[in-house]
Nanobody, 124 residues
Framework: QLQFVESGGGLVQPGGSLRLSCAAS????????IGWFRQAPGKEHEGVSC????????YFADSVKGRFTISRDNAKNTVYLQMNSLKPEDTGVYYC?????????????????WGQGTQVTVSS
């Protein structure tokens, strides 16, 4: 059974940083593309960033390029999302996900097994 434990969310001021972590269990993270999706209040789900299992290729939504980085530690079965220069529009619930898919397909079509989510609030 695939399970995810997401952590690192919280309240941060605009311009601040957060690092989200997603610890996976029940499967080998290295076999899957991994990503982070989010849902802002009143909006549709959005693929934020995804990373390949094979060549480390990545996808980032235009809204987060240059501010967010994604990384994975297959030995720890964990994936991270470093979020810098946070903006109020980054507020939302962030979900970790895993999929057998390209990073483009995963992040654009929101393919995969999802975690329960962690809340990120950017506000002064």
């Amino acid at each position: 059974q695939l399970q995810f434990v997401e952590s690192g969310g919280g309240l941060v001021q605009p311009g601040g940083s957060l690092r989200l972590s997603c610890a996976a269990s029940g499967f080998t993270l290295g076999d899957y593309a991994i990503g982070w999706f989010r849902q802002a209040p009143g909006k549709e789900h959005e693929g934020v960033s995804c990373i390949s299992s094979r060549d480390g290729s990545t996808y980032f939504a235009d809204s987060v390029k240059g501010r967010f980085t994604i990384s994975r530690d297959n030995a720890k079965n964990t994936v991270y999302l470093q979020m810098n220069s946070l903006k109020p529009e980054d507020t939302g619930v962030y979900y970790c996900a895993a999929a057998y898919a390209t990073v483009q397909a995963m992040c654009v079509e929101l393919i995969g097994y999802w975690g329960q989510g962690t809340q990120v609030t950017v506000s002064s």
